[in-house]
């Protein structure tokens, strides 16, 4: 693992239950010291499913956790598959208007936002800005417009997974004197960045990561064959001592199980050392249907 993990960004989670109701409490506290111990340990609940969620730097970093749960806290839990946080993004800028409009009794729900949705220089993360002038939406309402844009980055439209990189400008809307409010203007807010989303050509980032694997020379050749079918680029050679040391650039949903791969192929000689590098789009073939993180446990 690298020296400098604490300055790595979450990109797997697992999830974990207990094996039993009685180890459910001691199981919450045991992650919470954890947590406390290391910034880089996230401990969640997915509000859908109502498990419990462990995000962390790497594989590795997530099997000490659990290694520290059996050895420390004698707690023998079920585990999820390892998930990788993918991300998405537009690609291109839209404009869409959506009118949220609803009759209850004699009282309504009214609001018409007009949005243009593009793509955010890579890094720079999600940006509002409201274009309004002229009181076409109320200063009152625009809380509400930006909490329905916000609840939507969480779950982009090509397969659920974080929106990034994103910039939203509000810069038309219409609003009613009695039937409008913070909510409505919530509603249609939310509405129209979900459409934007789906015709603003969005793709799914995978996290790539710098890899360095020291090897006997002798087993370069099958090394370098396996990076290559994990969709790895090799960068470089070079001799470190004795040892050949290949540099690489690898996708990480590719490299789970990269350890005891690595152990097999070089008879227990070789080690690794990986660290995250950059976003990339994801090369998916235009059959392939859109994916969600499973949740499925394993014993």
Known sequence: MPDDIHTQPMLVEIAIEPKS???Q?????????????????LVSTDHESGQTILKGTSELHLDAKLELLKRTYKLDARIGSPQIAFRERPTRRVEVEYAHKKLEGARGEFAVVKLV???NEPGKGYL??????????????IPGVEKGLESVLTCGMVAGFPVVDVKVELIDGKYHDVDSSVRTFEI??????REALRKANCVLLEPIMKLEVA???????????????????IRAQDMRGSAAV??????????????ETLRVLSQGRATFTMQFAHYAAVPLPEDDPPFRPATGMRA
């Open 25 to 41: 409490d001691k199981l919450g506290l045991a992650l919470a010291r954890l947590a406390a111990e290391d910034t880089s340990f």
């Open 215 to 233: 090897t006997p020379v002798s087993n370069v050749g099958s090394l370098i064959g396996d990076l290559n079918f994990r969709r790895g680029q």
């Open 188 to 193: 249609a807010a939310r509405a129209a960045f």
């Open 128 to 141: 509002f800005v409201s274009r309004i002038v002229g009181g076409a939406v109320p200063k009152a309402y």
């Open 21 to 23: 109701k009685a180890e």
């Open 246 to 259: 290949i540099h690489a650039m690898v996708p990480l949903s590719n490299m789970l199980g990269y350890a």
């Open 117 to 119: 949705v593009a793509p």
